[in-house]
């Protein structure tokens, strides 16, 4: 159980154009995820929390308008980089965590990698 | 961001030998931690939890010690094998910031065969 999947597992894109990922939790209920970013041989670094029909909040640095996050319901969530830069390439990876009573545990996904041309 | 580092530190050790990772943690009030193991072009794993009220927990092969005064977390894996090899992390629960993830720098174990 407890399972989160993303999509696309990896994409290249043109520079200046938009990237969706997707972050499903696969058999259970997700009221928050959140959005990480990873740079090579770097730890994670927290974009966003995304909790389910409210908007997301960013970290510190992180521009809300570039990295746009829709939790539109209790399975999936969704991370679109805008006009994606050489600089936006990393690796993007989500996490879920249940509803109440299902503790603090966050499930990951596989991640996105993330190549802008 | 947090926690972001310029590179990774490494841990080499020999198969069968025990392994020992540190981890240094910022938040006081953090009050449940993880370790996470993460392979090349993977997500993290979960390996073993502790929470702020316990100094340790046991797990199969793995052990996590919590030192609350100082702020450290270690993770001890016995008899390491090859396919422990991997990028090692530990994270901060924030329960008072909405339970996010605050993760440490990592580090890289290498076991040789």
């Known amino acids: 159980g407890a399972v989160v999947s993303q999509h696309p597992s990896r994409v290249i894109c043109k520079s200046g154009t938009s990237v969706k990922i997707e972050c499903r939790s696969l058999?259970?209920?997700?009221?928050?995820m959140f959005w990480y970013r990873q740079f090579p041989k770097q730890s994670l670094m927290l974009m966003a929390t995304?909790?389910?029909?409210?908007?997301?909040?960013?970290e510190q640095g992180v521009e809300k308008d570039k990295f746009l996050i829709n939790h539109a319901s209790l399975t999936l969530s969704t991370l679109t980089v805008t006009s994606a830069h050489p600089e936006d390439s990393s690796f993007y990876i989500c996490?879920?965590?249940?509803?109440?009573?299902?503790?603090?545990?966050?499930?990951f996904g596989p991640g996105t990698r993330l190549t802008v041309l | 961001g947090e926690s972001v580092g310029l590179h990774l530190p490494t841990l080499s050790v020999q198969e069968g030998d025990n392994s020992i990772i540190n981890c240094a943690y910022s938040?006081?009030?953090?009050?449940?931690f993880i370790w996470y193991k993460q392979e090349s072009g993977k997500g993290p794993q979960f390996i073993i939890d502790?929470?702020?009220?316990?100094d340790k927990r046991q797990g199969q092969r793995v052990t996590v010690l919590l030192n609350k005064t100082v702020k450290h977390l270690s993770l001890q894996i016995a008899a390491t094998q090859p396919g422990d090899s991997a990028v090692y992390f530990c994270?901060?629960?924030?329960?008072?910031?909405?339970?996010?993830?605050?993760f440490g720098q990592g580090t890289e174990l290498s076991v040789k065969p």
């Open positions: 994270a901060e629960n924030r329960n008072n910031q909405g339970g996010k993830l605050i």
């Open positions: 996490s879920a965590r249940g509803t109440s009573g299902a503790g603090d545990e966050q499930f």
């Open positions: 995304s909790n389910e029909g409210s908007k997301a909040t960013y």
């Open positions: 938040n006081s009030a953090s009050d449940y």
């Open positions: 058999d259970f209920q997700a009221t928050t």
């Open positions: 502790i929470r702020s009220n316990m």
